[in-house]
Structure formats: structure tokens, C-alpha cells
Nanobody, 127 residues
Framework: QLQFVNSGGGLVQPGGSLRLSCAASGFALGEYFARIWLRQAPGKEREGVICIEQENRSTYYADSRKGRFTASRDNAKNTMYLQMNSLPPEDPAEYYC???????????????????WGQGTQVTVSA
């Protein structure tokens, strides 16, 4: 069974940091062309945050997250991470991890993606 297990979401104060994790099972992260993090705020479209083309390691960031978000992968643990720093106050959002054959950067609106997805983890930035 192909699945991700998410962890690391929660409540953080503005300016704080969080690290999200997605542990994959049933497949290897490296089997897919791209490793992706997305977010979706209530009432809004799901949007790409970071997209990494795994073979050439090209990384594409949403402009609003550039310089503050970093994506990484631990091959031994088959886990992908999203380090989020200097988080601004904003509405709660669900963050999703995914792997897919899509080419980066992720276009808007989000196209149909047939790869594997995590179930989402909520991040709230509030004082």
C-alpha cells in the first residue's frame, strides 16, 4: 500500500518555525520526477509551495515562501521534510506533501496530479 504519514503541524507564533515531515511507505520517494509541498487555506485553491525536480535538484519556490522555506529528503528514512521559518501571521492552512511526474514549477490553477499524496497537516500561525 502506497501511503504517506504526515507529522509536524500545529500552532506556532508569528515569526516562529515548524518542520513538517512526510514518511513514505510502499514506494521510494526517488521513484518520482518531482517532490512537492502544497498548501490550501480555507476557501482558497490548493497551491504549490515548493517543487523539486529530484534528478537535477532544481527547486522552485512560491514567491511568498522564498528564503523562508526549505525542502529536504532523508533517503534512509524515505521521508521528506519542509522547514518553515519566519512564519507570518496568516490563516490556518493544510499543508500537503506529494510526489508526482509533474514538471516544476507547479502551475496555477493546480492541474490533476496522479502521484502519491499525504493526507495533509494543519498549520496555524497566530499569537
Amino acid at each position: 500500500q502506497l501511503q504517506f504519514v504526515n507529522s509536524g503541524g500545529g500552532l506556532v507564533q508569528p515569526g516562529g518555525s515548524l518542520r513538517l515531515s512526510c514518511a513514505a511507505s510502499g514506494f521510494a520517494l526517488g521513484e518520482y520526477f518531482a517532490r512537492i509541498w502544497l498548501r490550501q487555506a480555507p476557501g482558497k485553491e490548493r497551491e504549490g509551495v515548493i517543487c523539486i525536480e529530484q534528478e537535477n535538484r532544481s527547486t522552485y519556490y512560491a514567491d511568498s515562501r522564498k528564503g523562508r522555506f526549505t525542502a529536504s529528503r532523508d533517503n534512509a528514512k524515505n521521508t521528506m521534510y519542509l522547514q518553515m521559518n519566519s512564519l507570518p501571521p496568516e490563516d490556518p492552512a493544510e499543508y500537503y506533501c506529494a510526489v508526482d511526474e509533474i514538471r516544476c514549477p507547479i502551475p496555477a490553477p493546480l492541474p490533476s496530479m496522479d502521484g502519491s499524496w499525504g493526507q495533509g497537516t494543519q498549520v496555524t500561525v497566530s499569537a
